[in-house]
């Protein structure tokens, strides 16, 4: 059965910090998703990373994906209160249509 | 820009009474999911659904659950039975082809029972 973790679950960070939440899992996969959710709302796709060594990068957020480790990251670069939000990785669990495991979440709040 | 959308938002039902939650996903996606949450935990995967018909379920999909695509636009979920475990936010999503896609999430129906 595939398990996903993510650590920290809870995060406060100073304005202008840098940290990075980690997300492992348990079984083989290169498929890997990273999800934004603000409190009462839906989650938004933030990245999608589909092969070993992948990197992605939108704005302040840089998401990697290392298969052989099963260990994605997502680092913040000079945090601000806007990307206060729970983040989510999910991982494909192997089957044909791409059903989604998730993890439980990091809370991140971002303080001025 | 193309959206999943979701109808109720919010139901409110007596244990043992059926509801039925629905989803009008990306026109010209092929691949629809049912997924919940219930307050405070994370994302759970319900059942997957290409072609008309069941793709896979998880654990939680039992024999209360169905889901089904009546026409070209909806997709809806159905629990015949509702329990006070059902309560929780249903997410509906969508992606153009599956796997290695990204999966758009609708906004949600939170349900509650009593």
């Known amino acids: 059965e595939l398990k996903v973790e993510q650590n920290p679950l809870f995060l406060s960070m100073q304005e202008g910090k840098n940290y990075t939440i980690y997300c492992n899992y348990s079984?083989?996969?290169?498929?890997l998703y990273w999800y934004r959710q603000d409190p009462g709302k839906s989650l938004e796709s933030l990245f999608v990373?589909?092969?070993?060594?992948a990197v992605k990068q939108e704005g302040r957020l840089m998401a990697s994906l290392d298969t052989k480790a099963r260990l994605s990251t997502l680092h913040i670069t000079a945090a601000v209160h806007d990307l206060s939000a729970t983040y989510f990785c999910?991982?494909?669990?192997?089957?044909?249509?791409?059903?989604?495991?998730f993890g439980k979440g990091t809370k991140l709040s971002v303080k001025p | 820009e193309p959206e999943v959308t979701q109808t109720p938002s919010h139901q409110v039902t007596q244990m043992g009474q059926e509801v039925i939650l629905r989803c009008v996903p990306i026109?010209?996606?092929?691949?629809f999911y049912w997924y919940r949450q219930i307050l405070g935990q994370k994302v759970e995967f319900l059942v997957s659904?290409?072609?008309?018909?069941?793709?896979?379920k998880s654990e939680i999909f039992d024999d209360q659950f169905s889901v089904e695509r009546p026409d070209g636009s909806n997709f809806t979920l159905k629990i015949r039975s509702t329990k006070l475990e059902d309560s929780a936010m249903y997410f509906c999503?969508?992606?153009?082809?599956?796997?290695?896609?990204?999966?758009?999430f609708g906004p949600g129906t939170r349900l509650l029972v009593l």
């Open positions: 999503a969508s992606s153009e082809a599956g796997i290695r896609e990204t999966q758009y």
């Open positions: 079984t083989t996969s290169d498929r």
């Open positions: 990373l589909l092969s070993n060594g």
């Open positions: 999910a991982v494909d669990n192997g089957g044909s249509q791409g059903n989604l495991i």
């Open positions: 026109s010209n996606h092929l691949y």
């Open positions: 659904f290409y072609n008309n018909e069941i793709s896979e």
